[in-house]
């Protein structure tokens, strides 16, 4: 299979280095680069590569600025100066990662799960100021794990509501939101929803069966199970 790409980085040579690895490579075919967010744009924009190798620190903003103002349904090779930890909460809608320099061998295992397209790695538990890489809405967007208000379950996917007005479907499971999410900060109230501790405003007991609980900017009470009402109270002390 045929791949067209684009190399995005503000070093002239980074990019003549990463154009020079994946000549080796006749599946990639580069259609473009750009050395600045405003022509990264244009360039994305006017080629929509099936693959982008992106810089994270370039003049004025990062890479992350691009994904966040264009449409963007290709996959994503982060290419960064920071060690891997420093990226290790972005989620598997970005194909990879690469350190600077890149090196032969790392770029080789890129190329691999591009055309093998292998399953989801394991995920380390996320921590408050993590920033996860999602696919909210058909739409790549970035969210720093603490910004998440609430996560609503809704069927096979989970609508999450955030602080700065991000709010959509993701393919991924309540439990598997609940698996990874800092128990610090979120707890899970009721089958269908879990909610961000800080971002409670107040909670409410309504006759004797019945508990509710009101999160910031979100109009309407989330209910709250009698099991989880116990755990929740827990938590806020």
């Not at 473009?32 to 810089?55: C, K, R």
């Not at 600025?65 to 960064?80: A, C, E, M, P, S």
């Not at 080789?108 to 996860?132: A, F, G, M, V, Y």
């Not at 069927?155 to 439990?175: A, E, P």
Request: with cysteine; aromatic share 8%; glycine share 6%.
């Amino acid at each position: 299979m045929k791949w067209t790409a684009v190399i995005v980085d503000d070093e002239p040579l980074a990019i003549e280095a990463l154009t020079g690895l994946l000549g080796g490579y006749p599946e990639i075919e580069i259609v473009g680069q750009a050395d600045s967010i405003e022509l990264a744009i244009q360039v994305l924009e006017t080629h929509s590569p099936d693959l982008v190798f992106l810089d994270i620190q370039l003049p004025g903003g990062t890479g992350f600025d691009i994904l966040n103002k264009i449409d963007y349904k290709g996959q994503v090779v982060f290419v960064t100066a920071f060690d891997s930890y420093a990226i290790r909460a972005f989620e598997i809608n970005a194909l990879d990662y690469l350190t600077k320099p890149v090196y032969p061998a790392r770029l080789q295992k890129t190329i691999e799960r591009l055309n093998s397209k292998p399953d989801s790695p394991q995920l380390k538990k996320l921590k408050e100021n993590d920033i996860l890489f999602l696919l909210v809405d058909d739409r790549k967007r970035f969210i720093r794990v603490d910004s998440i208000l609430c996560i609503i379950a809704a069927k096979d996917y989970t609508l999450i509501k955030t602080s700065y007005g991000i709010n959509g479907l993701v393919n991924r499971s309540m439990t598997d939101w609940e698996q990874r999410l800092p128990d610090n900060l979120f707890c899970r109230i009721h089958r269908s929803t879990i909610v961000n501790l800080a971002a409670i405003e107040k909670t409410e007991t309504r006759g004797r069966q019945s508990e509710w609980v009101y999160v910031r900017t979100i109009r309407d009470p989330f209910a709250i199970s009698r099991r989880m009402g116990r755990k929740l109270g827990k938590l806020l002390g």
